[in-house]
């Protein structure tokens, strides 16, 4: 089985919907993204400084460890896992977030699916 990673760039549309955003998103959507199937790990992190003087394209970074056959079959995945409205016995409380909200408290700078090519440990051994 293929690994992917799906990187979200993303961030709170304004600055008066950083709590929204970290109410929904962080404390609600990648919890319920982490319980699709094939979905191996999921994280977000936050931008802590620049490096090199190169531009930020967002305050925050999504990843999504995924193991699939492909990406489009993690698409799908994805995709039917969060139109489901009881895949998980949280979802109704996500979307309530969302409504309270009147929208989701998200902007999204960029995302894509990278499939794993390498990997190495912290000791320099090839892990994948």
Known sequence: MAK???????EPPDDASEAAFKEW???EHIEDTA????FVKSQVFRLAGPHL?????????SL?????ESYEAAERL??????????WEGRGKHWATAS???A???????SGWYELLAAYDEAGERTE
């Open 4 to 10: 992917f990673m799906l990187i979200g760039l993303c």
């Open 25 to 27: 998103f962080l404390d």
């Open 35 to 38: 319980r699709c199937p094939g």
């Open 53 to 61: 003087d190169i531009d930020t394209p967002a305050r925050y970074l």
């Open 64 to 68: 999504y460890e995924v193991e699939a």
């Open 78 to 87: 994805i995709n039917d896992w969060q139109a489901d409205p009881k895949a």
């Open 100 to 102: 309270k909200f009147d």
């Open 104 to 110: 989701i408290p998200l902007r999204v700078g960029g």
